[in-house]
């Protein structure tokens, strides 16, 4: 598509994101909320069964969570909270009741916002709201065959769904926009968030307009998107297809769709309902909830959240693409703060060894760990009083990290410390000089290479333990 014409369009873009709450049953009943290793229909009970004549009852784990996720989206609560849940009415068949157990006009949280760094800039994503829902289960179509497959061991565990304001305009902000979400609901707890799993999927509402427009334009929603790149490439491809139609004078079709991976294209899935075609009316089953804001305050307590760790690492200098780094790992994020808490002033070197090597051996090696805060910040001392070169203070943080051992004792061990007694190492570079007579008289005719030669012996002397630039500064001192 030629600039000129793709200039011409505004894109806008909102998500809806289901994050499965980290309960350990669903939400109306006690069956386990994860079912990956269980064969099909058997973490089930008559109540998300949805057999006629059940009952649910609410999980309040799940409410927790959901009021402790409202805090991380800059929800304010109010003195008391009127939420209430309401049927959403359907057939298909996977939802064997015929409806879905969610919220319509009074769910559990309300407008907040979601901020994160982008290209230099802050972005700042409005939240409608947030409400909580019991899952559909799950329909598989075996290849070849004529029917297709119903699995309800995912019926009912608890979700909340994300609703986004339509603030994002590019296939970059949509994309950060949903990990910053990725990074919230991990900081938080609130979720396993595999997204292999489906722990959290992610619909992409795209509608484009004309720049300057005040309508919006006719929006599809591509459904069921559990990558990043996925979203950005549905956002690219949905404008392009978008903005192709109007410009050839059809009109873009209000309808949900579907991605296909393979072909890096959306598809058409079905035409989309609107909202009064569901026949929203409220639960009669589960009384409506009041929730005094001191309730959901004790939810949402936080150590730190991106936000609070990002102002931290830019404190002590780290770049904002760096900190990103490790504001991606909140397990790695979890051991920096602690061990800057203890210790400010190795919070740089405790940095660049958790955003380092320390992401490359979790890969390798799985992310069992014996580095605790205090080991990193004593070796981090060690190295700043020149006990340890930066190689070998990597080293024995390898060593460390496999086994919990005394760091100095460990160093001593394995021959990683640096030789920087001051004394020491005089006589060792006065012995050095005294055995290459040439190389001083050399070095001072002017020949700056005979000082390498000498640092050389010297460091060789040491057996390689040497501190070399006080090495170094003992040679020059005394060569005059
Ligand atoms: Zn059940």
Same mark, same amino acid.
């Given at each position: 598509?030629?600039?000129?014409?793709?200039?011409?369009?505004?894109?806008?873009?909102?998500?809806?994101?289901?994050?499965?709450?980290?309960?350990?049953?669903?939400?109306?009943?006690?069956?386990?909320?994860?079912?990956?290793?269980?064969?099909?229909?058997?973490?089930?009970?008559?109540?998300?069964?949805?057999?006629?004549?059940?009952?649910?009852?609410?999980?309040?784990?799940?409410?927790?969570?959901?009021?402790?996720?409202?805090?991380?989206?800059?929800?304010?609560?109010?003195?008391?909270?009127?939420?209430? !849940?309401?049927?959403?009415?359907?057939?298909?068949?996977?939802?064997?009741?015929?409806?879905?157990?969610?919220? !319509?006009?009074?769910?559990?949280?309300?407008?907040? !916002?979601?901020?994160?760094?982008?290209?230099?800039?802050?972005?700042?994503?409005?939240?409608?709201?947030?409400?909580?829902?019991?899952?559909?289960?799950?329909?598989?179509?075996?290849?070849?065959?004529?029917?297709?497959?119903?699995?309800?061991?995912?019926?009912?565990?608890?979700?909340?769904?994300?609703?986004?304001?339509?603030?994002?305009?590019?296939?970059?902000?949509?994309?950060?926009?949903?990990?910053?979400?990725?990074?919230?609901?991990?900081?938080?707890?609130?979720?396993?968030?595999?997204?292999?799993?489906?722990?959290?999927?992610?619909?992409?509402?795209?509608?484009?307009?004309?720049?300057?427009?005040?309508?919006?334009?006719?929006?599809?929603?591509?459904?069921?998107?559990?990558?990043?790149?996925?979203?950005?490439?549905?956002?690219?491809?949905?404008?392009?297809?978008?903005?192709?139609?109007?410009?050839?004078?059809?009109?873009?079709?209000?309808?949900?769709?579907?991605?296909?991976?393979?072909?890096?294209?959306?598809?058409?899935?079905?035409?989309?309902?609107?909202?009064?075609?569901?026949?929203?009316?409220?639960?009669?089953?589960?009384?409506?909830?009041?929730?005094?804001?001191?309730?959901?305050?004790?939810?949402?307590?936080?150590?730190?959240?991106?936000?609070?760790?990002?102002?931290?690492?830019?404190?002590?200098?780290?770049?904002?693409?760096?900190?990103?780094?490790?504001?991606?790992?909140?397990?790695?994020?979890?051991?920096?703060?602690?061990?800057?808490?203890?210790?400010?002033?190795?919070?740089?070197?405790?940095?660049?060894?958790?955003?380092?090597?320390?992401?490359?051996?979790?890969?390798?090696?799985?992310?069992?760990?014996?580095?605790?805060?205090?080991?990193?910040?004593?070796?981090?001392?060690?190295?700043?009083?020149?006990?340890?070169?930066?190689?070998?203070?990597?080293?024995?943080?390898?060593?460390?990290?496999?086994?919990?051992?005394?760091?100095?004792?460990?160093?001593?061990?394995?021959?990683?410390?640096?030789?920087?007694?001051?004394?020491?190492?005089?006589?060792?570079?006065?012995?050095?000089?005294?055995?290459?007579?040439?190389?001083?008289?050399?070095?001072?005719?002017?020949?700056?290479?005979?000082?390498?030669?000498?640092?050389?012996?010297?460091?060789?002397?040491?057996?390689?333990?040497?501190?070399?630039?006080?090495?170094?500064?003992?040679?020059?001192?005394?060569?005059?």
């Amino acid at each position: 598509m030629k600039p000129e014409i793709r200039d011409k369009y505004e894109v806008v873009i909102g998500i809806e994101c289901h994050v499965q709450l980290a309960t350990k049953s669903k939400l109306f009943c006690s069956c386990d909320n994860d079912s990956r290793e269980a064969e099909p229909n058997t973490n089930v009970c008559e109540v998300c069964f949805g057999m006629p004549g059940t009952l649910p009852v609410l999980n309040k784990r799940a409410v927790e969570l959901a009021m402790r996720l409202g805090k991380a989206l800059n929800y304010e609560y109010p003195e008391k909270l009127h939420t209430k !849940f309401d049927r959403k009415n359907y057939f298909y068949p996977d939802s064997p009741k015929g409806y879905q157990i969610t919220q !319509f006009d009074e769910p559990i949280v309300g407008e907040g !916002f979601v901020e994160f760094p982008l290209e230099g800039r802050t972005v700042r994503i409005g939240i409608t709201r947030a409400h909580l829902e019991g899952d559909a289960g799950k329909l598989t179509h075996p290849e070849g065959k004529d029917y297709s497959l119903v699995d309800l061991n995912r019926a009912e565990t608890p979700l909340v769904e994300i609703v986004s304001e339509p603030d994002m305009r590019t296939p970059a902000e949509a994309k950060g926009y949903a990990q910053e979400l990725y990074n919230l609901v991990r900081y938080a707890g609130v979720s396993q968030a595999n997204l292999y799993y489906g722990n959290m999927r992610f619909d992409v509402n795209v509608s484009v307009r004309l720049k300057g427009a005040k309508e919006l334009g006719t929006r599809t929603e591509t459904k069921n998107l559990n990558s990043f790149k996925a979203i950005e490439r549905t956002v690219e491809y949905e404008t392009r297809r978008q903005i192709v139609l109007v410009e050839h004078g059809d009109r873009v079709r209000q309808e949900t769709r579907g991605w296909n991976d393979a072909k890096q294209q959306t598809y058409p899935m079905r035409s989309k309902e609107d909202a009064d075609e569901y026949r929203y009316f409220p639960e009669p089953d589960l009384p409506p909830l009041v929730i005094p804001r001191a309730m959901a305050a004790a939810q949402g307590h936080f150590d730190f959240l991106p936000a609070d760790l990002r102002v931290l690492l830019a404190k002590v200098g780290i770049s904002p693409r760096d900190a990103e780094v490790l504001v991606g790992e909140p397990e790695l994020a979890r051991v920096w703060y602690e061990a800057h808490k203890l210790e400010p002033k190795h919070a740089r070197f405790v940095f660049t060894w958790l955003a380092g090597p320390e992401i490359k051996l979790r890969e390798d090696h799985g992310p069992e760990s014996q580095l605790t805060p205090r080991i990193l910040n004593q070796v981090a001392a060690m190295a700043a009083a020149g006990q340890l070169s930066s190689t070998n203070a990597k080293e024995l943080l390898g060593l460390l990290r496999a086994h919990a051992a005394d760091p100095s004792k460990l160093a001593s061990e394995r021959g990683l410390m640096q030789e920087s007694n001051e004394g020491e190492l005089a006589k060792i570079v006065e012995q050095v000089m005294a055995d290459h007579p040439q190389a001083v008289a050399d070095y001072r005719a002017g020949n700056q290479r005979a000082f390498g030669a000498l640092v050389g012996a010297s460091m060789k002397a040491t057996k390689g333990k040497g501190n070399p630039p006080l090495i170094n500064q003992l040679l020059k001192d005394r060569l005059g």
